[in-house]
């Protein structure tokens, strides 16, 4: 079946550090990917997709691209935030009912 | 507001009783999924419905759980006999359709607390 692997944190940065979140997926035919996040004690929001292999989903300036021959969507920002902290999810929607499938989280912490 | 909206935002109940939870999607969204969010499991799928007709209930953990949608809108998912093992965050989200390219939108959920 479909799965999400992201790598495990807590991530802890610096403010203006560069982030990345690795997240690799296995999954039958052409899903599109998504990144959420939670930030502490609010609901999931969709921060970026991606919907076909090489597009790059972008917003509040990270971005993920969709790489078919390695199976990954990582997350990059260039400069992070105190604000960024929170928990970031990867997941993906294949055939059927769209069911999401997500990875298990992974929390970032930005201190000043 | 737009968004999707979940009631109760917290519950805590005794092992053994009955809750419902409740699930008012975006308007005109005609697919609603429930999750459920806990600490070792992670974020789980539990139930699709398009429409008023659920498809897919393969997450579903037992016979104790059921959920259904009136009016191709509100949904209610519903534990009976519950149990400890019961306790997470249970997550609403609707879209606009079941496309695989259609993002979801989640409610803030219900924190379910069985004692």
């Known amino acids: 079946g479909d799965s999400v692997t992201q790598m495990e944190g807590p991530v802890t940065l610096s403010e203006e550090a560069f982030l990345t979140i690795n997240c690799t997926y296995t999954?039958?035919?052409?899903?599109?990917l998504f990144w959420y996040v939670q930030y502490p004690g609010e609901g999931l929001q969709l921060l970026l997709k991606?919907?076909?292999?090489?597009d790059k989903g972008s917003n509040k300036g990270f971005e993920a691209t969709y790489r078919k021959e390695t199976t990954s969507f990582h997350l990059e920002k260039g400069s992070v935030q105190v604000s960024d902290s929170a928990v970031y999810f990867c997941?993906?929607?294949?055939?059927?009912?769209?069911?999401?499938?997500f990875g298990k989280g992974t929390m970032l912490l930005v201190s000043p | 507001g737009a968004g999707v909206s979940q009631s109760p935002s917290n519950k805590v109940t005794e092992k053994g009783k009955d809750v419902e939870l409740r699930c008012d999607p975006i308007?005109?969204?005609?697919?609603l999924y429930w999750y459920r969010q806990s600490l070792g499991q992670g974020l789980e799928f539990l139930i699709y419905?398009?429409?008023?007709?659920?498809?897919?209930k393969s997450g579903l953990p037992s016979d104790r759980f059921s959920a259904e949608r009136t009016g191709g809108s509100v949904s209610t998912l519903t534990i009976q006999r519950t149990q400890q093992e019961d306790s997470a965050v249970y997550l609403c989200?609707?879209?606009?359709?079941?496309?695989?390219?259609?993002?979801?939108?989640f409610g803030d959920g219900t924190r379910l607390s069985i004692l």
């Open positions: 419905f398009q429409g008023n007709s659920a498809p897919d």
């Open positions: 991606a919907t076909k292999a090489d």
């Open positions: 997941a993906l929607s294949g055939s059927g009912y769209s069911t999401l499938t």
């Open positions: 999954a039958t035919g052409y899903p599109s």
């Open positions: 989200a609707s879209s606009l359709d079941r496309g695989i390219s259609q993002p979801q939108h």
């Open positions: 308007s005109g969204h005609t697919a």
